[in-house]
């Protein structure tokens, strides 16, 4: 597929739809109000995407990311103050806000916060995002409802003190449509169109924003100057927009307190995005044979290069008094098969335990029946006075991952399915899918393309094995096999499979998936 093409179908640009028309379908003097903002943010956007670029050509080159020299944000005595409404995250719920139903059953779940998100779990496309962004305001005002079509009635939000963040999209993508050819920042744009439409007054809590894909804490400064921007736009006074921020990438682990620092009038903790973190490490180590990841569900949730950085994000935050959240289990509890169901609860168990063993506060889930458990590992309402003791302050973050999990050919094949199967769910409008009793979002689609492309570089230094012990040559002929033997395996379980679409969708999904690995195309989108 020509990068053109490829670019059409995976756009880092979100288009809108035909016959647009952005003075009639936004509301109402939204553009008078959104302009200011995109003439002061959006070049400044373009500037850091651009710095993101170098900073991963100069890696797999191999300048690696490292600690930043000292500074205020280390040596000063700032902190962070977290509001009473949200001192008890001890589970964020996450998943689509353009599922109205998924987002009633969130928010009924008892969890302690609920985030909606238009990024990694939405299609990125304009009806999706503009359906996501209607579901949040008419969630913030308590408004939004399903019918429940096995009972035959409406359901609606419940009262309840869950806090509701709202994950915007990342600054690595721009939307076009809205001030004609010109591309806006798509996270400036999200937020906008939530802040404007806000009745304040009327929330439970300040607006709570969820930052994804930060790459360094020179992007904090931005992501401060555009929530007093738009606060100040809004007649709200400073600090009226509250966030919490994804460690998601391998910069950013090293940039921490940094990060932190920049935001501290508005954030309340860091995330550790666990799933976008394996992928961002295996693409900062893409040169690097040491660095070929073993299969994804052979790694135990505490292999080294997790752990070091679970402690570190906990030092850094507990330190200054912020959150610390742990990532999303992908695992999911099924109703209908209670194998499953139990595996699942137990690995979910066993992994938030861990987090709280790291003296977390909390972690993400994303399905209702896994919130009692979530919440049960960590102690009420979180352990912010506890600071893990560190051998230093700098600590390796890029420990190798030797002796654990396996590479194998059953292994690559697995990626290669789940990499079809996703871009086929996205192609019909899903950004995440419920395959094999795991959520697979963009996150795990990226790790899963970023895996085979690894392997394919690296095999003859760091084997890949068959069933009968030998190494497997991982070439691009191979994949292709691959690729083919999959996708023919998903027709022929049509329709009794439970992937959406149809043989032209998942024929399509498979072409747009190899041809992405094919040529290096290894961004989020």
């Given at each position: 597929?020509?990068?053109?093409?490829?670019?059409?179908?995976?756009?880092?640009?979100?288009?809108?739809?035909?016959?647009?028309?952005?003075?009639?379908?936004?509301?109402?003097?939204?553009?008078?109000?959104?302009?200011?903002?995109?003439?002061?943010?959006?070049?400044?956007?373009?500037?850091?995407?651009?710095?993101?670029?170098?900073?991963?050509?100069?890696?797999?080159?191999?300048?690696?990311?490292?600690?930043?020299?000292?500074?205020?944000?280390?040596?000063?005595?700032?902190?962070?103050?977290?509001?009473?409404?949200?001192?008890?995250?001890?589970?964020?719920?996450?998943?689509?806000?353009?599922?109205?139903?998924?987002?009633?059953?969130?928010?009924?779940?008892?969890?302690?916060?609920?985030?909606?998100?238009?990024?990694?779990?939405?299609?990125?496309?304009?009806?999706?995002?503009?359906?996501?962004?209607?579901?949040?305001?008419?969630?913030?005002?308590?408004?939004?409802?399903?019918?429940?079509?096995?009972?035959?009635?409406?359901?609606?939000?419940?009262?309840?003190?869950?806090?509701?963040?709202?994950?915007?999209?990342?600054?690595?993508?721009?939307?076009?449509?809205?001030?004609?050819?010109?591309?806006?920042?798509?996270?400036?744009?999200?937020?906008?169109?939530?802040?404007?439409?806000?009745?304040?007054?009327?929330?439970?809590?300040?607006?709570?924003?969820?930052?994804?894909?930060?790459?360094?804490?020179?992007?904090?400064?931005?992501?401060?100057?555009?929530?007093?921007?738009?606060?100040?736009?809004?007649?709200?006074?400073?600090?009226?927009?509250?966030?919490?921020?994804?460690?998601?990438?391998?910069?950013?682990?090293?940039?921490?307190?940094?990060?932190?620092y920049h935001l501290r009038d508005h954030?309340?903790?860091?995330?550790?995005?666990?799933?976008?973190?394996?992928?961002?490490?295996?693409?900062?180590?893409?040169?690097?044979?040491?660095?070929?990841?073993?299969?994804?569900?052979?790694?135990?949730?505490?292999?080294?290069?997790?752990?070091?950085?679970?402690?570190?994000?906990?030092?850094?935050?507990?330190?200054?008094?912020?959150?610390?959240?742990?990532?999303?289990?992908?695992?999911?509890?099924?109703?209908?098969?209670?194998?499953?169901?139990?595996?699942?609860?137990?690995?979910?168990?066993?992994?938030?335990?861990?987090?709280?063993?790291c003296f977390m506060d909390g972690a993400?889930?994303?399905?209702?029946?896994?919130?009692?458990?979530?919440?049960?590992?960590?102690?009420?309402?979180?352990?912010?006075?506890?600071?893990?003791?560190?051998?230093?302050?700098?600590?390796?973050?890029?420990?190798?991952?030797?002796?654990?999990?396996?590479?194998?050919?059953?292994?690559?094949?697995?990626?290669?399915?789940?990499?079809?199967?996703?871009?086929?769910?996205?192609?019909?409008?899903?950004?995440?899918?419920?395959?094999?009793?795991?959520?697979?979002d963009l996150a795990t689609d990226r790790?899963?393309?970023?895996?085979?492309?690894?392997?394919?570089?690296?095999?003859?230094?760091?084997?890949?094995?068959?069933?009968?012990?030998?190494?497997?040559?991982?070439?691009?002929?191979?994949?292709?096999?691959?690729?083919?033997?999959?996708?023919?395996?998903?027709?022929?379980?049509?329709?009794?499979?439970?992937?959406?679409?149809?043989?032209?969708?998942?024929?399509?999904?498979?072409?747009?998936?190899?041809?992405?690995?094919?040529?290096?195309?290894?961004?989020?989108?």
């Amino acid at each position: 597929m020509p990068t053109q093409d490829l670019r059409t179908h995976v756009p880092r640009a979100s288009d809108t739809p035909p016959g647009f028309d952005p003075r009639r379908d936004l509301p109402p003097g939204f553009l008078a109000f959104y302009e200011p903002l995109h003439r002061a943010f959006t070049a400044r956007q373009q500037a850091l995407v651009a710095r993101r670029r170098e900073v991963l050509a100069a890696a797999q080159a191999g300048e690696r990311p490292a600690h930043l020299p000292e500074s205020e944000a280390r040596t000063g005595s700032w902190r962070v103050e977290v509001p009473a409404w949200a001192q008890d995250q001890r589970n964020q719920m996450t998943g689509p806000a353009d599922d109205a139903e998924l987002v009633v059953k969130m928010l009924n779940s008892g969890a302690p916060g609920v985030m909606l998100d238009v990024e990694d779990s939405t299609r990125n496309a304009w009806d999706n995002t503009a359906l996501g962004i209607r579901n949040i305001l008419s969630a913030l005002r308590g408004e939004l409802a399903y019918v429940d079509k096995k009972r035959g009635r409406e359901v609606g939000i419940q009262p309840s003190s869950t806090v509701i963040w709202n994950r915007v999209r990342g600054l690595h993508l721009s939307q076009l449509g809205v001030l004609g050819d010109e591309a806006t920042c798509a996270s400036l744009l999200d937020l906008a169109m939530i802040a404007y439409q806000v009745d304040r007054s009327a929330l439970a809590h300040d607006l709570c924003i969820y930052i994804p894909k930060s790459e360094a804490a020179e992007e904090a400064r931005w992501w401060a100057d555009v929530f007093k921007a738009v606060a100040r736009a809004k007649g709200w006074q400073d600090g009226a927009i509250r966030c919490m921020a994804l460690v998601e990438s391998h910069p950013l682990a090293f940039q921490m307190e940094e990060f932190l620092y920049h935001l501290r009038d508005h954030i309340v903790g860091l995330n550790l995005g666990r799933w976008d973190y394996m992928a961002s490490l295996i693409h900062f180590n893409l040169a690097d044979p040491a660095w070929v990841l073993p299969d994804r569900n052979t790694i135990p949730h505490d292999v080294p290069f997790f752990q070091r950085l679970r402690h570190r994000l906990v030092n850094v935050c507990h330190a200054r008094g912020a959150l610390a959240i742990g990532g999303m289990t992908a695992l999911y509890p099924s109703r209908e098969d209670a194998e499953l169901n139990a595996r699942a609860l137990d690995v979910l168990e066993k992994d938030k335990r861990n987090e709280s063993s790291c003296f977390m506060d909390g972690a993400w889930t994303g399905h209702p029946d896994q919130n009692a458990i979530a919440v049960a590992q960590f102690p009420a309402p979180n352990q912010g006075g506890r600071v893990p003791p560190l051998p230093t302050r700098t600590p390796d973050l890029r420990p190798v991952p030797e002796g654990v999990g396996r590479r194998t050919i059953a292994g690559t094949r697995a990626a290669v399915r789940t990499v079809i199967r996703y871009r086929n769910g996205v192609l019909n409008g899903r950004g995440a899918s419920l395959l094999d009793g795991y959520m697979e979002d963009l996150a795990t689609d990226r790790i899963y393309r970023l895996m085979i492309a690894q392997r394919t570089r690296h095999w003859t230094e760091t084997p890949i094995l068959g069933d009968d012990g030998a190494c497997v040559a991982h070439t691009p002929g191979l994949v292709t096999r691959l690729f083919n033997e999959e996708l023919a395996r998903l027709i022929d379980e049509l329709p009794a499979g439970k992937d959406l679409g149809d043989a032209d969708t998942l024929a399509e999904a498979r072409r747009i998936g190899e041809a992405m690995i094919a040529g290096g195309f290894h961004d989020p989108v």
